[in-house]
């Protein structure tokens, strides 16, 4: 067969090769060409360039498979040999493999992409009722619109799990890409997935695409370039354990760029929502701000972080259920009990508390900053320690966290003595006695690294076991 053109045609990509004239390509009726697999299977796939290939046609109604054909999904031919030609599957076409197992008994099993594959077309995987699962790779760039979603009436990939959802090398997906995903499935059957969308070339995500996705429990990062998040429901009725919505990254001059959430873009009937956290320069973009109506987090109970000077006067609301427990909100920012800043690789999460209480609440869900969402976090305290007892030594040296250095408030010596016993021994340790009325006594600590701010007028004398720090 003598190919003599390649064109691409419609928004999915999809290249298809015909045999007619150069310029009756795009008129002429699509060819493709077939491999017969060790199993007897006869497979469709059009040759892109070279020895890269599509699977499928690109054409509704007209799958990779013939009908009535039943294929395990790890037995799909990534790589084959045809006439001594070895090709290397790079794309899935749109339609490939729509209504398998709806009206065709076909594709079932456990699908991997393989690092090969970068394109996956719309309604590729519509409607494939008996995959059990789905892994996705770092490599695939585009997700078409109903790649794995559809109607739930049309028995979707409602028992379909998704075991690995890194996409980061992602820019583009589609229209209710994931919507009803594992709608069917019941809650001790649904692993937990990290989804990782942090391509540059990501700006922004489409009505529906992630709405209605319960095949895993899942921690979404989006990358500090996603920057409109105003179609409707996004984030809807799914699955999220956590959100972090960085937005795009601080400017010193020039025009700031923010990521603007719409109230069409809430979180509603979001289940089991655990952590919510939303980066310094992601705002709403209306007056209302209510935007998380109608969720559940684990035991009921939702926390989320933004930034004070965007969500000030924000309603958290209407949480689902007869017991809709509590939905609270730590607003961050200069000024306020923590301040929190990002790195640009979105690895390291600087918190800086200062109020004990706000220490606590750092330390407390540090660890799910770092389960969640890949961030180690390094906390920086100013005057956060009293002599509540909310912080203990077990709390400090347990944490999931590296300090910088520790800044605390001691106005007695008994407020002193425990923030020399609870403090780690490695960390540099700073005492601001100011406001105290009385001597504080500071004994000699071998090999800690201990700083005293002077209070105006103040002094100190060095004794024979340490430092007798005067206070008037």
Known sequence: MKLMKTCKIGKGGIRRVALVATFACCMASMAYETYIDGNGVEWKYTVLSGTDVSLGTGTAGDQAIGNNVKVDAADIPWTFE?????????????????????????????????????????????????????????NIKTIGQYAFGGNPSKQGC????????DLSGCSSVGKNAFADMGRDLNQSDRPHARLLLTNPSLT??????????KASYIDVVLGRSVVTLTASMIFQNSYYTGLLIPGPQVVSSGTQTYTSLSKNNTFNWSTSLELVFLGPTVKPSGTDKTMFNYVTGSGNNVKIYAPYQHWNGTTWQNQRGSNPGTLSATLYGPGQAVDFALDDGLSLLTATPTTEAALVDVLTYAPQFKSRFGLDTKICVTNALTSTGLVTKQLL??????FDSLTFAAQTQTELNNVLDITPDDVPLVIDPAGATEELR?????????????????????????LMIIVK
């Not at 040296?397 to 590296?402: D, G, K, R």
């Open 82 to 138: 045809k006439d001594g030609t070895t090709y290397t599957v790079t794309e899935v076409s749109a339609y490939a493999f729509r209504d398998c197992n709806r009206t065709k008994d076909c594709l079932t099993g456990a699908l991997a992409f393989p690092d090969s594959v970068t394109e996956i077309g719309g309604y590729a995987f519509a409607y494939c009722s008996n995959l059990t699962s789905v892994a996705f790779s770092p």
């Open 158 to 165: 409602v028992t379909t799990t998704i075991t690995d959802f």
């Open 204 to 213: 922004t995500l489409t009505e529906s695409a992630l709405a209605g996705c």
């Open 397 to 402: 040296q347990t944490a999931s966290v590296t």
């Open 442 to 466: 500071l004994t000699t600590q071998t090999g800690r690294k201990i700083h005293v701010l002077l209070p105006e007028g103040g002094s100190y004398r060095i004794t024979h076991n340490g």
